[in-house]
């Protein structure tokens, strides 16, 4: 079982002392969920597939006390968080399980509640309710066990009897849900509407609320809740001032609250919204969440593209950072039932784990996770939810078709209608003249035989002979006239593709077949007859009429002499019909810009070294070893691609070599793009970012660098390595890459010796 851990960073600019009070929030159960007051923490539970349960607290706060949290915690299925304590439901048994921040564990159930199994918990300031069945039953319905939580004057915690949140409704009532505040409960009762009960409960203003809700979170002196049916908040308490005013007309599904604020999950794009004392401009932007939870000053959640975990200030003043480890968690909670509508199943397999089936300890078990049904700002959604995978939304860079136009209001450019013009222009000329055309058909079809009969005669060669393969020749009548083709790798003989067959291969080129976008047109994911799996780029309208057929061969001349580990590497075309389609190797782990920015899984620092080290083999490959050289021109983290491997190779490269007098100039600019692409390596920053200060990564990077403060601009999204020299090195050869002298910049040669010798020396850990 993983150990609990907090994330201590030892690189640190500011050092806050605050004061803090002891203030409290709660919020329902969840796989994350937070302790409050003096000495609050998060935990959340993994996504493993043991639900072990991972804690981290405060990095930089002198105030907060030495958090020594028990290394026997067991894997739970659900957690709550209390006033410096969380509790949980075990795995194993459904029994509820306690522990506080000073380490303590064994003292927080009372002794007569021990052995009792729970399918529902919830931690108040000072109390415990939990409703009594087995966690991984069907029935999820039960009566509602009570208990305090008492501090000793020694700042530890014990459990006792209660006998405060007991009255005549609640011995007869049997619950669904519950969640716990100051000195209240309220929870979701079989016989419909919600029930409030303990000794504070008359400062809601309310004790039974008649209409069916569900997520269920409490805070000091208010509830909110998700009403059924419009999927709205509902909040109620005496205090309005509380939960401030709550949005009106958006659905949501789920719930945290913090001290003086609520948050929660919208239903359309997973986005974040809160309302109280909050100040939003800090939510993150352009992601989803699956789960959240607030405290007093910082709300941490789960991420839905890659679960994981993200925490981020409550309010501009908020100084207290928690920087949670790098692990992913679990998006939601373990159930036996089926997923509803408007749900799906999390696919364990969406991870890339090879090694992980389910995310739940028990198999009968199962995660059901709202589906969404828009994509964030800038993005569309380009496949719809099914019954084990989420929406998928894709950026509306790439979108260049009717299905997206609206949702991301493209425009289609005077200089797109001047094209279009164009092509139509060309076509009536075309039509116009095929008459004429027809009368010099049959003479230019003697010529043609005559010249090809002559040629042969002469053994004329093919002028891409090296490269090219020339399709087979027709037997006989009864031959078929499009045989299926294998695969042969280039050099030597590149494929020569049938439009038909790669039609078949991609699904007719449809969307769902996209691997991605780009100037040149589309790529598709594509199975071949054999089985076997290729990346097909098809140029798009503008490509076709901006390349023509000689240059097009010239480009599949050079393609086809550069063969190299760290290239992507070509394997075939097709020109039939006016088309212009490259078949390359597949790379099935995508790009790195995918893994550092795009919501893929993180990639090690032991695989950003290997990453940096291969790329720059191939920019080398490409500068040294190809005759004539080639420049990129295009150097970037979304032109390296990750093989089955994990081994990084350079895509979509320059085709067309330079003038000897410009290669010089061309291949520093390819050191420098690769300088930047070190950086985002480095921070996990993009290239160039708008909604940081300053936006280029350059301008950002390169100061502190040279100030000697590279330590602070290393991704706090993957884990320290316990030594950081490598890191720091690897800033120092970013820094060399981008020198303002291209004359003091190292070439690829020297770059890829300096990588290469940082991959044997070191070993991160």
């Excluded at 607290?57 to 907060?64: A, E, Q, R």
């Excluded at 006998?163 to 979701?188: E, I, M, P």
Aim: proline residues 4%; contains cysteine.
């Amino acid at each position: 079982m993983n150990t609990l851990l907090i994330k201590i960073s030892i690189f640190t600019l500011l050092c806050f002392v605050i004061n803090l009070e002891s203030t409290w929030g709660f919020g329902s159960m969840g796989p994350i969920s937070a302790a409050f007051g003096k000495n609050s923490f998060f935990c959340a539970i993994d996504a493993s597939g043991k639900q072990d349960v991972i804690c981290w607290g405060s990095k930089n706060n002198s105030n907060l006390d030495v958090l020594n949290y028990p290394t026997d915690v067991p894997s739970m299925f659900a957690l709550s968080g209390g006033d410096g304590f969380l509790c949980g439901i075990l795995s194993n048994t459904s029994q509820a399980f306690c522990f506080d921040s000073m380490g303590s564990s064994s003292d927080l159930v009372p002794l007569v509640y021990k052995t009792n199994g729970y399918s529902r918990i919830a931690a108040g300031r000072n109390h415990v309710c939990a409703i009594r069945g087995m966690y991984y039953s069907e029935s999820d319905w039960g009566s509602v066990d009570c208990w305090d939580i008492i501090r000793k004057s020694n700042g530890s915690m014990r459990s006792s009897e209660s006998s405060l949140y007991y009255n005549q409704y609640t011995n007869s009532a049997v619950f669904k849900s519950v969640v716990s505040g100051d000195g209240f409960s309220c929870g979701s009762v079989k016989d419909g509407g919600v029930l409030c009960w303990g000794p504070k409960s008359s400062n809601l203003g309310i004790s039974r609320f008649s209409e069916n809700v569900y997520g269920l979170t409490a805070g000091i002196d208010s509830v909110c809740g998700v009403l059924e049916g419009s999927n709205e908040v509902k909040c109620w308490g005496a205090n309005k001032d509380s939960f401030g005013i709550v949005p009106a007309g958006m659905p949501f599904v789920s719930l945290a609250a913090g001290v003086e604020h609520f948050c929660g999950i919208r239903q359309d794009n997973h986005g974040i919204m809160c309302w109280g004392k909050y100040n939003s401009s800090l939510i993150p932007k352009g992601s989803g969440f699956l789960a959240i939870a607030s405290s007093e000053f910082i709300t941490c959640g789960i991420r839905e593209g890659d679960l994981v975990l993200d925490c981020w200030y409550t309010n501009v003043s908020s100084k207290v950072d928690y920087d949670p480890p790098l692990q992913l968690c679990s998006p939601g909670l373990c159930t036996p039932s089926s997923c509803s509508e408007g749900k799906f199943s999390f696919n364990a397999s969406l991870l890339n784990e090879p090694d992980l089936i389910n995310l739940c300890v028990r198999k009968d078990l199962q995660i059901c996770s709202p589906c969404g049904v828009n994509c964030s700002e800038g993005f569309f959604a380009s496949s719809s939810c099914t019954e084990n995978a989420d929406r998928v939304c894709t950026p509306c860079s790439l979108c260049q078709n009717s299905s997206c136009s609206d949702v991301c209001k493209l425009q289609i450019s005077e200089e797109m209608k001047q094209q279009h013009q164009h092509q139509l222009r060309q076509l009536l000329i075309i039509v116009g003249s095929s008459a004429l055309s027809f009368l010099f058909c049959l003479a230019g079809l003697c010529l043609l035989i005559r010249v090809i009969t002559s040629r042969s005669k002469e053994g004329g060669k093919n002028q891409f002979g090296s490269c090219i393969r020339k399709p087979e020749k027709e037997t006989d009548a009864n031959t078929d006239p499009h045989p299926p083709v294998s695969v042969a790798p280039c050099p030597g003989e590149a494929q020569i593709f049938r439009l038909s067959e790669l039609k078949d291969a991609t699904n007719g080129f449809k969307e769902f077949n996209e691997l991605g976008r780009g100037s040149y047109g589309f790529v598709y994911k594509a199975v071949l007859p054999d089985g076997r799996q290729v990346a097909v780029k098809r140029a798009n309208a503008a490509t076709i009429i901006h390349i023509n057929s000689r240059e097009f061969e010239m480009e599949l001349e050079i393609l086809c002499s550069v063969r190299h580990s760290n290239i992507v590497n070509l394997l075939g075309y097709c020109a039939e019909m006016g088309e212009r389609i490259l078949v390359y190797e597949l790379m099935p782990h995508g790009t790195l810009n995918d893994h550092l920015h795009g919501g893929l899984s993180p990639v090690s620092w032991n695989l950003r070294l290997k990453i940096a080290m291969q790329a720059a083999k191939g920019l080398e490959y490409l500068h040294k070893e190809v005759s004539p050289p080639i420049v990129h021109r295009d150097m970037k983290s979304s032109n390296i691609l990750l093989d089955a491997d994990w081994g990084a190779r350079i895509a979509d490269f320059g085709l067309l070599t330079p003038n000897e007098k410009d290669l010089n100039g061309d291949v520093q600019t390819d050191v420098y793009n690769f300088g930047i692409v070190l950086l985002e390596i480095l921070s996990g920053r993009k290239a160039y970012d708008r909604d940081c200060t300053p936006p280029s990564i350059v301008d950002w990077a390169l100061p502190l660098i040279r100030q000697g403060k590279a330590a602070v601009i290393i991704d706090r999204y993957v884990a320290l390595p316990r030594n950081v020299e490598p890191l720091l090195k690897l800033a120092e050869i970013a820094e060399q890459a981008l020198r303002e002298n291209p004359a003091e910049r190292p070439d690829m040669s020297q770059l890829a010796l300096l990588l290469e010798q940082l991959v044997k020396d070191v070993m991160i850990s």
